[in-house]
């Protein structure tokens, strides 16, 4: 009894022994594709190799489409991203250390493992992809009891650095490679182009901007316009997302709400419209015609600006009526 104990134990070392063998030689040689090409690419029967108990070392497939056959745009999107965290991935730990496999399986080279993922397709499209498969150990201090993959949606287009990040929380705490992104030199001398066309640019036309920067007019014309515009209620529109105009109820457009919390887009248009007189009326009294050297002229630019004033006063408190119908001052003709 004694001797078929020791037997038993002895052929059960064997047998551990060689799977842990198998697996770590599974592991050195498609590290060595890793090494040269990160990510590697796969087949159907490296997946199945790769994915068979025992394992040792963990295993990320990326189950795409490239094909334009596909119409599979997020999987082209991607591809790019997908290839930096590999390449970064292999840059920071090209001894294996972490036991990680970075691998991809395009569906022409692996159409049976995408039905067995539980992924729908019809003849010529691919309903859904990309799937990001993490397959744990099933061996050794890093094991999971039942070793299934885990897997990683895509709702959306994916950055390398929020694949990572998902990783990470499937790996054991430890310290792994961070994103490294190559160096984008077209868009650096894009932006340098840009640059130098730009100072290029304000050097020559500098003369003839400056004055206008420099005219008292302009901005003042700039802020009685942002003046009209937000004392009107422009903010207001734009936080309540208020209506253009409204139905009336009669078969007409109602420009104007009831109520001090009410307001139509228009609204604050012609309320603007009507500040903008106001205040354009005012500064003509004042300044304009007080320089009317015909007496007879500047007469009638008075009755004239007077009239203006007058007449936008009245609507102005016309429509302050509407907003609060319990007000009871009134001007002609409104």
Request: with cysteine; glycine share 8%; charged share 15%.
């Amino acid at each position: 009894m004694h001797l078929l104990r020791f037997l038993a134990l002895a052929a059960l070392s064997v047998t551990a022994v060689s799977a842990r063998k198998a697996s770590n030689d599974k592991f050195d040689n498609y590290f060595a594709k890793q090494a040269s090409s990160a990510p590697f690419e796969l087949d159907e029967k490296g997946y199945n190799e790769l994915t068979t108990a025992p394992r040792d070392y963990s295993l990320a497939v990326l189950l795409t489409a490239l094909d334009a056959r596909y119409a599979c745009g997020i999987c082209r999107e991607y591809d790019p991203e997908w290839k930096i965290l590999g390449r970064s991935w292999q840059k920071g730990d090209k001894n294996g250390e972490n036991r990680l496999l970075l691998s991809t399986l395009d569906f022409d080279q692996g159409r049976n493992i995408f039905m067995k993922a539980s992924c729908s397709f019809s003849s010529m499209q691919l309903q859904t992809a990309p799937v990001l498969l993490f397959f744990p150990p099933t061996v050794g201090p890093n094991a999971k009891a039942d070793g299934s993959p885990v897997r990683f949606d895509f709702l959306g287009p994916q950055t390398a650095e929020g694949t990572h990040s998902w990783l990470l929380r499937q790996l054991p705490a430890g310290d792994y490679p961070g994103i490294q992104r190559p160096i984008n030199y077209g868009k650096i001398a894009v932006t340098i182009t840009i640059l130098l066309g730009a100072f290029t640019l304000l050097t020559v036309t500098y003369p003839y901007i400056l004055p206008v920067i420099q005219n008292r007019n302009l901005w003042a014309g700039i802020s009685l316009i942002l003046i009209m515009l937000f004392t009107s209620g422009h903010m207001f529109n734009h936080i309540r997302r208020v209506p253009y105009v409204a139905n009336n109820g009669r078969g007409g457009i109602s420009y104007f709400a009831g109520g001090f919390q009410n307001q139509f887009g228009m609204e604050t248009q012609i309320v603007a419209a009507m500040y903008a007189l106001l205040a354009f009326a005012a500064i003509n009294l004042a300044l304009r015609v007080p320089r009317i050297k015909d007496a007879r002229t500047q007469q009638v630019a008075v009755i004239i600006w007077a009239t203006v004033l007058f007449g936008m006063y009245s609507f102005l408190m016309s429509v302050f009526r509407i907003k609060n119908g319990g007000y009871p001052f009134w001007l002609p003709p409104f």
